[in-house]
């Protein structure tokens, strides 16, 4: 069955970098997009960027751009997010999730992985 | 990119139907066809309900329809059950070839 088996829970300071990973299982990896999302306390949903399928092109969202970065392992099918320079306010649920190529929607999620920012 | 806007609370008795609205621009919502939506329970991760406007993916009860005129998508919860007590979001890709979310709306069931 489709699965997306993210990271363990992480604890960082101000100024660090997190890095959370995405193994994905059961479906044919290189045939879906995977995309980042998070949820801060209490809050709604906020889109980061993804991933693409074909080639691992990345494409994020103007809130993180220059902070984000998302790589991929194919031989492993695992996908992986790091955030730079984090701040209180990326405190927060962060969520990875499978699009197949032009569908426009995320079918499966991980559990998600929570990140607490504090010095 | 602003989040969509979606009412905060909902509520509605069992049997009931229930509107959601999700309002935004003719660069997200009113741009294209692909408006999903999304049922999170507490504490878990957000489940697809409805994709392309008014899509049910396979297994979601057709209690869950959606619609959308100009820029406002709708989701609509008919025969509303105990089990539809959830926080509910929508999502747009945009003509900047982004996504973005609405803003929660926390169903009750009285």
């Known amino acids: 069955q489709v699965q997306l088996v993210q990271s363990g829970a992480e604890v960082e300071k101000p100024g660090a970098s997190v890095k959370v990973s995405c193994k994905t299982s059961?479906?044919?990896?290189?045939?879906?997009?995977i995309h980042w999302v998070r949820q801060a306390p209490g809050q709604g949903l906020e889109w980061m960027g993804l991933i693409r399928s074909n080639g691992g092109h990345t494409q994020y969202a103007p809130n993180f751009q220059g902070r984000v970065t998302m790589t991929r392992d194919t031989s492993t099918a695992t996908v992986y997010m790091e955030l730079s320079n984090i701040r209180s306010e990326d405190t927060a649920v962060y969520y990875c999730g499978r699009e197949l190529d032009l569908t426009f929607f995320f079918d499966y999620w991980g559990q998600g992985t929570p990140v607490t920012v504090s010095s | 990119q602003s989040a969509l806007t979606q009412p905060a609370s909902v509520s509605g008795s069992p049997g009931q139907s229930i509107t959601i609205s999700c309002t935004g621009t003719s660069s997200d919502v009113g741009a294209y066809n692909s408006v999903s939506w999304y049922q999170q329970h507490a504490g878990k991760a957000p489940k697809v309900i409805i994709y392309d406007v008014s899509s049910r993916p396979s297994g979601v009860s057709n209690r869950f329809s959606g619609s959308k005129s100009a820029n406002t998508a709708s989701l609509t919860i008919s025969g509303l059950q105990a089990e539809d007590e959830a926080d509910y979001f929508c999502c747009s890709y945009t003509r900047s070839y982004t996504y973005v979310f609405g803003t929660v709306t926390k169903v009750t069931v009285l």
């Open positions: 059961g479906y044919a990896f290189i045939n879906y997009h």
